[in-house]
């Protein structure tokens, strides 16, 4: 694992005042993608987020950032362990971190969306009193994507370059907690 790419990665709704829409992101050492919007899906029963959509996301989105050593992270929500979405890293040949359930601590992402969400509100405060409907999404959506640029390299490279820190913790509390 050592000297390996690692891109962790996460899916997050972004809350401010009732007001909220699920995001995707990937980084890794010197290096992010866009944040990404997660439309739900029309045919899906509650038009949510379905693993074609998600799959699309990744389509987009991995190609930029993606490198053949490349260790994938995600969680085991549902649509990241779907038949469909396994097969596609399968056919794509991509390798996806095996990690204990119930361990968020391992993915160094999770500490970037609260960090995220107090970048939206430092740079529009606006946005804790703006009203409800499509324009404030619009702008929340161009809020969050502005905030995600501007989170610092250094930070994000920090979080990659203890990846392997993450691991070895978890590794030595046997899948409980650990200070990450």
């Known amino acids: 694992m050592i000297g ?3 891109l962790p990665w996460a ?3 972004a809350t401010i005042k009732g007001k909220s829409r699920m995001f995707w992101a990937c980084f890794g050492f010197g290096q992010r993608t866009e944040l990404a919007v997660m439309k739900g899906d029309p045919d899906s029963p509650h038009g949510g987020v379905t693993a074609r959509r998600y799959i699309e996301i990744l389509e987009e989105y991995l190609p930029t950032i993606l490198k053949r050593d490349s260790i994938f992270m995600q969680d085991g929500a549902s649509i990241h362990t779907a038949h469909l979405v396994r097969d596609w890293f399968a056919d794509y040949d991509l390798e996806i971190m095996d990690w204990p359930p119930f361990s968020p601590d391992l993915n160094p992402i ?3 969306w609260k960090r ?3 970048e939206i509100i430092h740079l529009h405060p606006e946005t ?3 009203g409800d409907g499509d324009p404030a999404m619009e702008h ?3 809020c969050a994507k502005e ?3 501007s989170l610092e390299e250094v930070m994000l490279n920090k979080l990659a370059e203890n990846m392997q820190k993450r691991v070895d ?4 509390a046997k899948g409980w907690y650990t200070k990450y």
């Not at 913790?169 to 030595?172: C, D, E, K, P, T």
């Open 4 to 6: 390996e790419s690692l």
């Open 11 to 13: 899916v997050q709704a």
């Open 110 to 112: 999770e500490n970037l």
């Open 116 to 118: 995220l969400k107090d």
């Open 128 to 130: 804790l009193t703006m």
């Open 140 to 142: 929340l959506i161009k």
């Open 147 to 149: 905030a995600w640029e």
């Open 169 to 172: 913790a978890v590794l030595a």
